[in-house]
């Protein structure tokens, strides 16, 4: 099964994140992650969803969506063409001992220490799924306390973008 | 004028030229209630006994007219008593509107007296659905309910609306209701020529009609189209009425109690043509071995159906009056060929059957409503047994004629249909056809027939069991009747009497004409027609779980 990431434009109304939820479980789709937030247009929100699935299962997703009346637009985007990212905050054990390892783990993905204390340390990663799970891995070996992430949020590449009009390009 | 939000709701049903609506009161509709205390004159409301009767009787006013039906409860137990018959309508495709009155604002979320989250409870259940916390908001959300229940594939919408919000004032205007967009064509020139080639290339084609034909009106244009390419016809269960029962090219239903010559048509064919219809279980059973050898056309308006549940190969997304239209301009017109003349051998063959014994058969009871109506009247049906003996041996002319609960199929979803056809259809006689375990759920909603002098007939097919469980009980599960005979002395027609209907006992068949002739006498008071049927009489063809439709079992 394949990971499909979509972008949906949705109605900034309550009851919306429910809808589109509920649809996903009633019509036994599974998501693998799902954010949302509002877009330049204040009564518009944006929704990436990643559904993992065959063809027949993103199809299906796109055209029962698009049946919900809060639902403007949906895209789906190609992974070559777009960027994913997502955001974890680790919280991980540290000591005297394994804080400077540690420190050089992040300096190499690239995250930052957003917080420390005597013995854990929290540190803040963005990029893709992959590169999350990479620094996860790596850390596990110190124990890991707590970890929160956001899900994905995409966008594509160029000159695209999804407008509440048709034009999705300019 | 600055109006209440109460005077709102109903000037603004008065703005849609609704004029019938069903319902119950309670306190948190008690606002609108006195509006439409003050309304009676424009707007009749219909007390049913019952929220669930209100919402299957909104559901058979929508089916028989075309029009949106509009119920209406109050909150908590009455919000959820039309669940039922919300789901039902969504699951046919029915305009339907329902209200619900909703605790005011200030009390929302704190577990109060009669509140429960409707809107989330129907979320899956409706098209779309709203609660309206502001006063300034109301209007808009009912036009905008409206507009959806009836545009494109038509839904169920329902609105909740909080108390305060029906007795706050605010400014209101009229507006002329927006007219629904007719749903474009939906398709190239070009996808519409390869569609033709397609047609006219077939040599054993058959069309199945749903009932998204009868919903888009394109009946007419269906029997062009079918007699221009000799095309045999088959329905679903809600397509019946949307091609002529007593046309020559008509083959009868297919599916699970499709006829012998439907199910090996459609298994034999080498272009299958869905118009309207969305691929149900009950209609193709076994996916794998259904219409083996044939390549599969789907004209639908919803995007969503096409490969669904079944792969599509040629599929043709819009509005299927203008489809067909448009095909018929363009299709080859053919001469009968040997395919319809083995068609027709099938159905000389293989015509639907029963005991012709002097045992008073279901099977002919409704052959003679056929008969005693010259086909002419609208009929409901409760679900099970009784629903497919109306499907199977009354022949239906014209699209809204047969109303039924085909999705859900919700037992007790007749009577109140019945009635809400019709108050919808004062023209037409209405008959629900019902089976005593159906009627049972629901049989208070006489008391409203006799209030309002409608002049129903329930035709009673009494067998004293769940006819339709111990069928599969008897066939599947080795006569094992689980908690499926219910022979617990109630004299029907007695009842009838207490609610003030009319009551006949037929038990022979010689009595049955007699007592139709009677019921079709009555113009306002409903009449119970109890008929002493044999608890073992079945339907056939049926075909078993899992096989494919042409593995039927015929008696």
């Known amino acids: 099964m394949a990971k499909h990431t979509l972008s949906v434009l949705v109605e900034n109304h309550p009851g919306v994140l429910s809808r589109v939820a509920g649809l996903f479980s009633r019509r036994g789709f599974n998501i693998d992650s799902l954010a949302v937030g509002v877009t330049e247009n204040p009564e518009v929100s944006r929704m990436t969803i990643v559904v993992d699935g065959d063809d027949y299962i993103v199809e299906q997703v796109s055209k029962q969506l698009n049946k919900l009346i809060d639902v403007i637009k949906i895209k789906q985007l190609d992974k070559n063409d777009s960027v994913s990212r997502e955001l974890a905050l680790i919280k991980v054990n540290a000591t005297a001992a394994t804080r400077g390892e540690i420190i050089q783990i992040v300096e190499i993905f690239r995250a930052k220490i957003v917080d420390v204390s005597k013995n854990t340390l929290t540190i803040e990663i963005s990029g893709g799924t992959d590169k999350v799970a990479a620094l996860e891995d790596m850390l596990k070996q110190f124990g890991i306390k707590e970890i929160v992430r956001t899900g994905t949020i995409a966008i594509e590449r160029g000159n695209k973008y999804i407008k509440v009009t048709n034009n999705d390009e300019e | ?555």
């Open chain 2, 1 to 555: 004028m600055k109006l209440t939000g109460a005077q709102i709701l109903v000037e603004c049903l008065k703005e849609q030229g609704v004029d019938t609506i069903f319902g119950f009161p309670g306190g948190a509709v008690l606002n609108i209630y006195d509006a439409l205390y003050k309304a009676r004159n424009e707007i009749k409301h219909v007390l049913t006994s019952h929220e669930q009767g209100a919402s299957h009787a909104a559901d058979g006013y929508a089916r028989a007219t075309g029009k949106v039906g509009v119920c209406i409860a109050t909150s908590g137990p009455g919000a959820t008593n039309l669940v039922t018959g919300i789901a039902t309508a969504y699951m046919d495709s029915v305009p339907m509107v329902a209200i619900t009155g909703q605790v005011a604002t200030t009390l929302l979320g704190k577990d109060s007296f009669q509140e429960v989250d409707i809107t989330g409870i129907t979320m899956p259940i409706t098209k779309h659905n709203y609660i309206v916390k502001d006063v300034t908001k109301l209007a808009d959300v009912i036009r905008e309910a409206f507009l959806i229940a009836m545009e494109g594939r038509p839904g169920p919408v329902l609105i909740d609306v909080c108390k305060d919000v029906t007795a706050a004032v605010t400014e209101f205007e009229h507006r002329k209701p927006e007219k629904p967009h007719s749903a474009p064509l939906g398709m190239s020139e070009a996808e519409i020529d390869a569609a033709v080639e397609i047609i006219n290339n077939a040599k054993r084609p058959i069309i199945l009609s749903g009932g998204g034909v009868s919903i888009s009106g394109a009946n007419e244009e269906l029997v062009i189209f079918a007699e221009k390419a000799k095309i045999p016809v088959t329905t679903t269960l809600m397509g019946l009425g949307s091609f002529p029962g007593t046309h020559e090219l008509f083959t009868g239903l297919v599916g699970m109690h499709g006829t012998k010559t439907s199910n090996l048509a459609v298994s034999e064919s080498d272009l299958f043509i869905a118009i309207g219809a969305r691929f149900s279980d009950r209609v193709i059973s076994n996916v794998k071995r259904f219409a083996p050898e044939a390549k599969i056309m789907h004209i639908d308006i919803d995007p969503a159906e096409v490969g669904k549940n079944i792969t599509v190969h040629y599929p043709l997304i819009g509005n299927v009056k203008k489809i067909i239209k448009l095909l018929n301009t363009k299709i080859d017109k053919k001469e009968y060929s040997d395919w319809n003349k083995k068609i027709d051998e099938w159905k000389r063959l293989y015509p639907l059957k029963y005991p012709q014994d002097g045992v008073l058969r279901p099977h002919y009871v409704i052959e003679r409503l056929y008969e005693l109506t010259k086909g002419q009247a609208l009929i409901t049906t409760e679900v099970g047994q009784n629903q497919l003996w109306a499907a199977q041996y009354y022949k239906y002319s014209a699209p809204r004629q047969f109303i039924s609960s085909g999705g859900l199929g919700t037992m007790g979803y007749g009577l109140g249909a019945c009635i809400g056809a019709q108050m919808g259809r004062p023209d037409k006689k209405v008959i629900n056809v019902a089976g005593d375990g159906s009627f049972r759920m629901n049989c208070t909603e006489i008391a409203t027939a006799v209030e309002y002098k409608v002049p129903i007939i329930i035709a009673l097919l009494n067998n004293h069991v769940l006819g339709m469980v111990r069928q599969w009980q008897e066939l599947f599960y080795d006569a094992r009747y689980s908690s499926t005979t219910i022979d617990r002395g109630t004299d029907f027609v007695a009842m009838a009497e207490a609610f003030g209907a009319i009551g006949i006992n037929v038990s022979k068949p010689e009595e049955v004409d007699a007592a139709i002739l009677k019921a079709l006498e009555s113009t306002d008071r409903p009449v119970l027609l109890n008929f002493e049927i044999d608890r073992d009489d079945k339907v056939f063809p049926i075909v078993p779980p899992g096989a494919p439709i042409n593995e039927l079992i015929e008696e």
